[in-house]
C-alpha cells in the first residue's frame, strides 16, 4: 500500500525540477515580451520548452494526486503559468521596460545620433537610430520579419496607421510623444 502521508523522494525532486525548469522558462517568455513586439523566434522555442514541461508536469501530478494526495507540490508549476500569462496579457514586461528605458531613450533622442551599430539604451537592444522630420527612430530587436522600434516626436505626431508598400513606416501612438512603428519588410 502506498505511503499517502508524505510523497516519495524521487517524485518531490523530479516535480520540484520541473517547477524550476517552468520558472525558467516562464521568465524566458517574458523576456521576449519585454520590446514592443515579441521576439518570435526565442518565443516560439520557449512555448515549445514549456508544452513538453507540461507534459511531464503533467504525469508528475497524476501521480502526486493518486499516489500521494500531494495537490500543493503539483500547483507550484501551473502557478508560474497562470502568472506569466497574466503578466503577458496586461503588458507589464512591455510597459516595464519602457518605464525603465524612457530618460535614456529621450537623452539619445535629443540628439538623435544616426548610428548602424547596435547598443543598449536602457532594457532595449537597440539596431540602429536614424533621426527623421521632426523625430528620431529607434529600432529595436523583435518582430519576426519586418523591422520594429520606438519614434520619438515631440513636436509633431507621425501620419497614423499600417504600412501600405515595402519600406514604409506605420505609426501608432505608444505613449506621450512616443510611437511605435514597423517598417514593412
Not at 500543493?72 to 503577458?88: E, K, Q
Request: hydrophobic residues 55%; negative net charge; aromatic residues 18%.
Amino acid at each position: 500500500m502506498a505511503d499517502t502521508r508524505h510523497p516519495a523522494p524521487w517524485w518531490v525532486w523530479l516535480t520540484a525540477i520541473t517547477a524550476l525548469l517552468v520558472f525558467l522558462v516562464c521568465g524566458v517568455i517574458l523576456w521576449t515580451f519585454l520590446p514592443p513586439v515579441v521576439i518570435f523566434p526565442f518565443f516560439a522555442f520557449a512555448a515549445w520548452i514549456l508544452l513538453f514541461l507540461g507534459a511531464i508536469w503533467l504525469v508528475l501530478a497524476l501521480i502526486g494526486w493518486f499516489r500521494y494526495r500531494a495537490l500543493r507540490w503539483s500547483g507550484v508549476a501551473p502557478i508560474f503559468v497562470v502568472l506569466t500569462v497574466g503578466l503577458v496579457l496586461l503588458s507589464v514586461p512591455s510597459k516595464f521596460a519602457f518605464a525603465v528605458s524612457e530618460d535614456a531613450l529621450a537623452a539619445t533622442a535629443v540628439d538623435c545620433p544616426k548610428t548602424f551599430e547596435g547598443s543598449r539604451i536602457g532594457l532595449y537592444s537597440v539596431r540602429y537610430v536614424q533621426p527623421v522630420d521632426n523625430g528620431c527612430l529607434f529600432f529595436i530587436e523583435g518582430g519576426l520579419i519586418d523591422s520594429i522600434g520606438l519614434g520619438y516626436f515631440p513636436e509633431v505626431a507621425p501620419p497614423l496607421g499600417d504600412p501600405r508598400h515595402d519600406g514604409d513606416i506605420g505609426y501608432q501612438e505608444f505613449d506621450g510623444d512616443w510611437y511605435l512603428f514597423v517598417q514593412r519588410f
